[in-house]
C-alpha cells in the first residue's frame, strides 16, 4: 500500500499531525501500538497519574470551537479525563478512520531509488510513502531494571507506564514501589491510601512541590476561555511554555525576607512556576542552593521522623536539574505507620524473590510489586523503530555516541523524515503540547512547502546539523541541567551516551529560530527535486 504520509504513534503528536497532513489533502496512515488514542494517557494509568501542567493551559490550541467546548474539572486533570479529552479530539474530526491500532512498526528502510519510506510492522503489513513522521514520544518505551530474579516473583508485577486497563485494587495486599520519580511521587500517596502496606525503595530523593490541586469554577474556565488568545501567546513566546513562570530579579541580588516571601507564595500557589521565582536558580549554584534549601526546609517540617526526612532530602543535584515533581500529600505519607521508606543505595536491592524484594540488610516480603522506573528517555522509542537512511545507514548507528539532529526535527542521511519533539528540541523542558503544536504546524507547513515547489527530498545539511548539535550543548552547559545523573542525560539507562538531549534555549526562542529557517527557503536543509 502506498500512502503520501505514514505517521508513528497516535498521541498528541499523531492526532494532530494527521489532522493537519490531512488539511492539505494528503492520504495519511497512521500506527500506534496501543488499542486506543491518547499515547501516555492512554499507557499510564497508575492511580494518582496526572498532569503537572494546569489543565486550561495543557490543551490543544489550534481548534477555537475545539478550545471554547471543552470542560476541565480540576487544576491538574487526571489520566482518566486527558484519556477522554484525547477521545474526544479523535471523535471531534474524525481521526481514527486513518488510524492501524495494536499495531507497531518494527522497520523502516529509506527507498532512495523511489524517494519512498518502506514501512514494516509488527502484524506483517508492507506500506510505503514519500514523508515518514514519528510521533512516538519522548516517554513511551519503558523501563524496567533487570533485577535477579525478577521473573519467579509470584505475584503481580506492574510498570506504571503499562497500567492494567481494569485497574488494581490494592485493598489488603503488601505493596513494594521501586523508584521515587514522577510516577512514584504521584502513585505512592494513593496506594497507600489503600494497601495494608507499602514499601518504598527510593535511590534518588527527588524535589517535589505541592499541587494544591482544587476543582476549576465556570468562573474561572470562562475567564481563561475569554482571554485564550492571549494567554496561548504568551505561552508560545515563553521560555517553558507554561504561565506564570517566570520572575525577573535574581535571588542573590534580593535579601533574604524578600527570597523566602517569594518562595513562600510559590510554594502556596504550588506547581512547577516555583522553579521560576528567581532568574538564577537554574544558571548559578549559589541560587539554586537556596531554592533547594527551602524544598528542604519544607521536607523536614513534612516529616515527622528526622532519619526518614533526612533520607527523602535532595543532596546530589540542583533542584530543576530534573524535572521537578508536582504532588499531593507524598511526603506526609511518610508519617503512615504502614509506610516504609527504604534507601537502597546504602541498602541494594540484590534480588527479587518469589516473595518479595530482598535488598543487602533485609527480605521485604510482598504481594505486588510496583516500578516506577521510567523511560528510555527521548531515543529510545525512535532507536527501537529500526531506522535505516540512506546507504544502510541506521539510525542507531549514526546515534551512537548521541543523538545529532538539525532542530531536532530531522536527522542528515534520513530524508524525508521528521520527528515530533525530537532529541534538540524544547520537548520535555516544556509544556509539551504547546512544543507538540509548534512542531506539527512546521512540519505541516514544510510539507506543503516542499508540494507546493515539486521538491521530493528534504534532509539535514550535516553542517547544519553539526552547529545545531554543538549549540545544544554548548547551551545546556550555560546551565545546571548536565550536573544531574537524570533521564534527560540518558543516565537511567546503563550504556546510553551521556548527552543532555533536549533544547534548553526556551521554547519562544526555538520558535523564532524554526520560523526564520523556514523564511529562508529551510535553511539549513538541502532539498532536491
Ligand atoms: C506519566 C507521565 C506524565 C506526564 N505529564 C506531563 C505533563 O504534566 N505535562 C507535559 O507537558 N508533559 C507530560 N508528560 C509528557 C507526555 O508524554 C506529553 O505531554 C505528551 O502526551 C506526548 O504526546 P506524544 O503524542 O508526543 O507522545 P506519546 O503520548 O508518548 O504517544 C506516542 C505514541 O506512540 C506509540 N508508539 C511508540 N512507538 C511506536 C511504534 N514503534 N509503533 C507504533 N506506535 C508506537 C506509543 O504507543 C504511544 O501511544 C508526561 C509523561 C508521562 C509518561
Not at 504513534?9 to 492526532?15: L, N, R, T, Y
Not at 495519511?28 to 492511580?47: M, Q, S
Not at 511518610?334 to 541498602?347: A, E, I, K
Request: aromatic share 10%; hydrophobic share 40%.
Amino acid at each position: 500500500m502506498r500512502f503520501d504520509a505514514i505517521v508513528v504513534g497516535a498521541g498528541f503528536s499523531g492526532m494532530y499531525m494527521l489532522h493537519r497532513l490531512r488539511g492539505l489533502g494528503l492520504s495519511v496512515r497512521v500506527f500506534e501500538a496501543g488499542d486506543g488514542v491518547g499515547g501516555t494517557w492512554y499507557w499510564n494509568r497508575y492511580p494518582g497519574a496526572r498532569c503537572d501542567v494546569e489543565s486550561m493551559e495543557y490543551s490543544f490550541s489550534f481548534d477555537r470551537e475545539l478550545e471554547q467546548e471543552w470542560e476541565w474539572s480540576e487544576r491538574y486533570a487526571s489520566q482518566p479525563e486527558i484519556l477522554r479529552y484525547a477521545e474526544h479530539v479523535a471523535d471531534r474530526f474524525d481521526l481514527r478512520r486513518d488510524i492501524t491500532f495494536g499495531t507497531r512498526v518494527t522497520g523502516a528502510a529509506y527507498d532512495e531509488a523511489d524517494h519512498l519510506w518502506r514501512v514494516e510492522t509488527d502484524g506483517g503489513e508492507r506500506v510505503a510513502a514519500r514523508w515518514l513522521i514519528t510521533a512516538v514520544g519522548c516517554l513511551s518505551a519503558a523501563r524496567v531494571p533487570d533485577f535477579p530474579g525478577a521473573s519467579t516473583f509470584g505475584g503481580a508485577s506492574l510498570h506504571t507506564g503499562r497500567w492494567p486497563h481494569e485497574g488494581v485494587d490494592f485493598s489488603g495486599l503488601r505493596v513494594a514501589v521501586i523508584g521515587t520519580g514522577s510516577s512514584g511521587i504521584q502513585s505512592i500517596p494513593v496506594i497507600a491510601d489503600q494497601a495494608e502496606h507499602v514499601t518504598v525503595f527510593q535511590r534518588t530523593p527527588n524535589f517535589s512541590v505541592p499541587a494544591h490541586n482544587r476543582p476549576l469554577t465556570p468562573e474561572y474556565q470562562n475567564q481563561v476561555k475569554a482571554d485564550y488568545p492571549d494567554l496561548r501567546r504568551q505561552m508560545r513566546e515563553s521560555m517553558t511554555g507554561l504561565l506564570g513562570a517566570a520572575g525577573t530579579v535574581p535571588a542573590l541580588e534580593v535579601t533574604q525576607e524578600e527570597r523566602t516571601r517569594e518562595f513562600e507564595a510559590r510554594w502556596a500557589r504550588g506547581g512547577i512556576p516555583f522553579l521560576g521565582a528567581f532568574t538564577d536558580i537554574a544558571v548559578d549554584p549559589r541560587a539554586n542552593e537556596l531554592a533547594a534549601e527551602f524544598v528542604r526546609g519544607k521536607i523536614r517540617e513534612i516529616v515527622s521522623d528526622a532519619r526518614t526526612a533526612e533520607l527523602l532530602m535532595p543532596r546530589d543535584h540542583p533542584i530543576g536539574s530534573k524535572r521537578i515533581c508536582v504532588d499531593t500529600g507524598y511526603f506526609a505519607t511518610y508519617n503512615r505507620p504502614d509506610v516504609t521508606l527504604v534507601d537502597v543505595r546504602s541498602d541494594p536491592i540484590e534480588e527479587i524473590t518469589p516473595t518479595g524484594v530482598r535488598t543487602a540488610a533485609a527480605h521485604h516480603e510482598v504481594d505486588v510489586i510496583v516500578y516506577a522506573t521510567g523511560f528510555d528517555a527521548m531515543t529510545g522509542p525512535l532507536l527501537r523503530l529500526g531506522i535505516t537512511g540512506r546507504g544502510g545507514l541506521s539510525l542507531k548507528r549514526k546515534w551512537e555516541a548521541g543523538p545529532r539532529t538539525y532542530l531536532g526535527l530531522m536527522s542528515a542521511g534520513f530524508p524525508n523524515l521528521f520527528t515530533i519533539t525530537g532529541p534538540g528540541s524544547p520537548s520535555v523542558l516544556s509544556n509539551m503540547i504547546v512544543s507538540i503544536e509548534q512542531h506539527v504546524d512546521w512540519i505541516a507547513d514544510c510539507v506543503a512547502w516542499l508540494h507546493e515547489r515539486g521538491v521530493t527530498a528534504i534532509d539535514a545539511d550535516p553542517q547544519a546539523e553539526k552547529n545545531w548539535t554543538a549549540h545544544v550543548d554548548e547551551v545546556s552547559r550555560f546551565t545546571l541541567y548536565p550536573q544531574a545523573n537524570s533521564w534527560y542525560m540518558g543516565a537511567n539507562i546503563p550504556g546510553k551516551p551521556r548527552v543532555f538531549m533536549p533544547y534548553v534555549g526556551g521554547v519562544g526562542a526555538y520558535r523564532l529560530k524554526c520560523d526564520q529557517v523556514a523564511a529562508d527557503g529551510y535553511e539549513g536543509f538541502l532539498l532536491s527535486s
